[in-house]
């Protein structure tokens, strides 16, 4: 269920608990948090932040409108990693998201997961201007802030800021009596709050430049998005300051170009992969994009061989998603391939392509002679395995998708795929068991239980599959009572 906060005061106080320091003061928040309780005990451990990261990742799944794009996903993660692998102080792994959402946004939580809004393709002009919104980001993970936020407040304001976010994650489940709870805490709230959360925010752009700038990206570029930013919110009513999480992007760039100008500007080219992420978010993303799409497919269409091909994907995108013109995108397509056979970009492309036009065994063929040099490649693995479906190869694509899920069981894609390939086979259980996965990623623990009961049901006594459901069951209810206890 999608739950869109209005109220502008609770969009601010929300972004504290995800640090998002690019959100405009009335960006909507569709995240919808578990009750964690209220209690903070001191500074929390690693291990306690990935636990509650984990948790709140799956009621993220459960009511956001992620985009599962195996690309996109590829696309960020490396970029992600590319920079975390130049950051100080990384002490979880990193995982990165992505929402279908035009408000220009960006936040942190617990456990080193950042999340990302589609908008950011749209408003950022270069790659360096997307990785200093990941660097920032990063920097409030690696600098651990709200666990020292929490600390900082226990000795100053006892259980102000754990009320505060207790109160908050109660408002998500039930509003009446979250927001009295809101409005009693925050009347105890003072400005020191504030002044460490700014405090926050400029350790995140100083440490986040340092990452930029090892990573071989332009240091100048946060202070480019962060002028973006400034002129996307000039002409927008803001609350009083006291409200602010934290300041706004205009409050800091004079400070980041400042810190910037340390270094010389350096042109540093786009790679490849933004350029066709960015095309591929205009055209298939969101809605209302077509005006915003042409002119950037016009300025590449200007430049070099790569963005003029990034300008032809795009386009081909937009006939084949928005259009249904299969013939005239298919031409596209066919070119490029003609130019780079191995791009997996164009290789997707014309998979979907020959999908829809139901020419389902040559998308088989294609994808199987690319992961001869490319096996491990997961967006080749899950294109095949939706391929065997749509030729009615149930068996390879379940084979496929048994090691798909193991090497990669947080991806939904993956269990879906598998419970249509149970499916088609008849196998009932397993398809029951795939989706009781999916269950489990979205927090629906008593549901997952559900179905994998069921599937113990179907199966022969004391067979290795009853026995697998069984277990799995007990690991669903071990995870559940561990969730429970969760205390901030």
Do not use: C
């Amino acid at each position: 269920m999608k739950n869109t906060l209005k109220n502008p005061i609770l969009a601010v106080l929300i972004a504290t608990l995800t640090f998002g320091p690019w959100a405009t003061a009335y960006s909507s928040v569709e995240d919808t948090l578990p009750d964690m309780g209220t209690t903070a005990a001191g500074t929390l451990t690693i291990d306690q932040e990935i636990l509650l990261g984990d948790a709140f990742t799956r009621q993220i799944r459960a009511s956001t409108p992620l985009i599962y794009d195996p690309l996109l996903l590829q696309y960020i993660n490396n970029l992600g990693h590319k920079l975390v692998k130049n950051a100080d102080s990384v002490k979880t792994p990193f995982k990165f998201y992505l929402v279908n959402n035009q408000n220009i946004n960006a936040y942190a939580y617990f456990g080193g997961n950042v999340v990302l809004h589609s908008a950011l393709f749209r408003y950022s002009q270069n790659e360096s201007q997307l990785a200093s919104v990941l660097a920032h980001e990063i920097s409030h993970v690696t600098q651990r802030h709200l666990a020292r936020m929490l600390e900082d407040q226990k000795s100053n304001t006892p259980l102000a800021i754990a009320g505060t976010i207790g109160s908050l994650l109660l408002v998500m489940a039930n509003p009446q009596a979250g927001f009295a709870a809101l409005t009693s805490t925050m009347a105890g709230v003072q400005q020191g709050r504030i002044s460490f959360t700014q405090g926050n925010e400029q350790e995140a752009d100083r440490i986040g430049l340092q990452t930029l700038r090892r990573s071989g990206f332009d240091p100048h570029a946060m202070a480019d998005f962060m002028q973006v930013m400034s002129d996307q919110t000039r002409y927008m009513s803001k609350p009083p300051e006291i409200l602010l999480t934290h300041p706004l992007p205009d409050s800091r760039l004079a400070d980041a170009r400042n810190r910037s100008s340390q270094f010389p500007k350096v042109t540093v080219p786009s790679s490849f992969d933004f350029m066709l992420a960015r095309v591929r978010i205009l055209a298939m993303y969101g809605v209302d994009q077509k005006a915003i799409l042409e002119q950037i497919l016009s300025n590449y269409s200007k430049g070099s061989e790569q963005e003029k091909m990034a300008a032809d994907y795009g386009r081909a995108l937009w006939l084949s998603s928005q259009e249904k013109k299969y013939t005239e995108s298919n031409k596209i397509i066919a070119e490029l391939l003609a130019k780079q056979p191995n791009n997996p970009w164009f290789i997707d492309a014309m998979t979907d392509l020959d999908i829809e036009q139901n020419r389902a065994a040559k998308a088989v063929a294609r994808l199987e002679k690319a992961r001869i040099n490319s096996a491990k490649d997961p967006v080749l693995q899950i294109n095949l395995a939706n391929a065997y479906i749509r030729n009615k190869q149930y068996a390879d694509a379940s084979k496929l998708l048994y090691k798909y899920t193991f090497d990669y069981p947080s991806d939904p894609n993956g269990w879906d795929l598998l419970a249509e390939a149970s499916a088609k086979q008849g196998k009932r259980n397993e398809e029951l068991a795939a989706y009781a996965e999916d269950m489990v990623l979205r927090g629906n623990f008593d549901g997952a239980i559900n179905y994998l009961s069921d599937a113990s049901r179907m199966t022969k006594l004391g067979s290795y599959e009853q026995i697998r459901y069984d277990a799995r069951i007990d690991e669903i209810r071990q995870l559940q009572l561990r969730e429970s206890k969760i205390k901030l």
